[in-house]
């Protein structure tokens, strides 16, 4: 997912994995570890695949997944990242925003399922949405302003993850990437016809400004 357009962060309290923490660097050991990878775009075969569950939990191949998921969202800005975004089709996502309150989240969850909210619980909101594999055009998209996703962290222990706002949003949007989903999935025709345009237009610059953040940091 995409990172706000208002680009607003305060970084006051954070919560890793869903649990407070005194403090937390701006750039993780995850984003240390990682290596940057090519972020799969509309058109690319694996964003259209429902992702296959994971069975083995403790792994390296696991742990340095969700480490070039987190340095690769860093180098796109991104407010979250699904694996199939960097073209592994393995239920995983990992998210790193701070949410309305001045919150900032950051986590991986593995194998995640969304409860279902009943309707007396949340709202439907209107709010502006972008993503890193539609370089560019952001969109209104309507989404419940309350989510919980259940899961597991990358060494197999129960994770129960809930989300308020914008990062519920993301954990919505992330889902259903592992889905085979888009938000363009969300629009009428035409406005997604418009996106995809605005997309085309924008994408090299978005690209080019990927890579030069990547060689900033050494990626």
């Not at 075969?45 to 696991?62: I, P």
């Not at 997944?65 to 960097?86: K, S, Y």
Request: aromatic letters at 6%; hydrophobic letters at 35%.
């Amino acid at each position: 997912m995409a990172a706000r357009l208002d680009g607003s962060s305060h970084d006051r309290r954070v919560r890793v994995q869903g649990r407070p923490v005194d403090s937390y660097p701006q750039f993780g050991p995850e984003v240390e570890r990682g290596a940057v990878h090519r972020i799969t775009v509309v058109g690319d075969d694996v964003l259209r695949r429902r992702c296959q569950e994971v069975t083995a939990f403790g792994t390296t191949e696991l742990s340095r997944l969700i480490d070039d998921m987190f340095a690769t969202n860093r180098v796109a800005r991104g407010a979250g990242l699904a694996a199939n975004q960097i073209g592994v089709d393995l239920r995983v996502f990992m998210w790193d925003i701070t949410d309305d309150w001045g919150v900032r989240h950051v986590g991986h969850i593995v194998n995640p399922v969304l409860d279902e909210i009943p309707s007396e619980d949340r709202r439907l909101v209107d709010e502006s949405e972008g993503c890193l594999s539609v370089p560019g055009p952001y969109r209104v998209v309507p989404r419940p302003d309350r989510a919980v996703v259940r899961g597991r962290d990358k060494d197999g222990a129960p994770l129960v993850i809930e989300g308020r706002g914008y990062f519920a949003r993301c954990l919505q949007h992330e889902t259903d990437h592992l889905h085979g989903r888009l938000y363009l999935d969300r629009l009428a025709r035409r406005e997604r016809a418009t996106a995809l345009r605005e997309m085309a237009e924008a994408k090299d610059g978005v690209l080019a400004r990927r890579a030069e953040l990547a060689a900033k940091l050494g990626k």
